[in-house]
């Protein structure tokens, strides 16, 4: 499946708006990445995609990246330093387990949803709105394969 047909329309917006909530309530980033396929390690694309987007930028180091590679049906869920930092070890997982939950029955934008609620709920607990926190991420879901 293409990329930029992984998700509906109204499920594009459902996700960039489930970001802009996140973000209200946070001074974190979140960021979603589609790529038609990941390559040999998930992971890697994953490490590559948020390089790429500029997303090690922040100035808290709280990003948080949703790749997700649509043909290869596999996606990583990543954070910078400073989120990592402070979530427990297996908070990673937990988000992942929560998404998959979803794409077991093909719901991929309400997976990516309740991915993104998780996070930002975390996000507001350890990087909370700041007086002159600003959107430092597009919001919007990009399409870029890792290379």
Known sequence: M???SFL?????RNVVDAIVEAE???????RVNIANTAGENVMQAAVDI???????KTIRKNGV??????????????????INNVVPDNF?????ALMIEYFKKE???????AGIRK????LAEFFPPVEDDIDELPNEISYEDAK
């Open 2 to 4: 293409d990329s930029k």
């Open 8 to 12: 509906s329309v109204e499920e594009c």
């Open 24 to 30: 209200k309530n946070c001074s974190g980033e979140i």
């Open 50 to 56: 948020f390089y790429s987007l500029g997303m090690e």
């Open 65 to 82: 990246l949703f790749f997700i590679a649509s043909e290869d049906r596999r996606f990583a869920v990543i954070g910078d330093e400073g």
């Open 92 to 96: 990673w997982n937990d988000v992942c």
């Open 107 to 113: 719901e991929y934008g309400a997976g990516l949803v």
């Open 119 to 122: 996070c930002g709920e975390k």
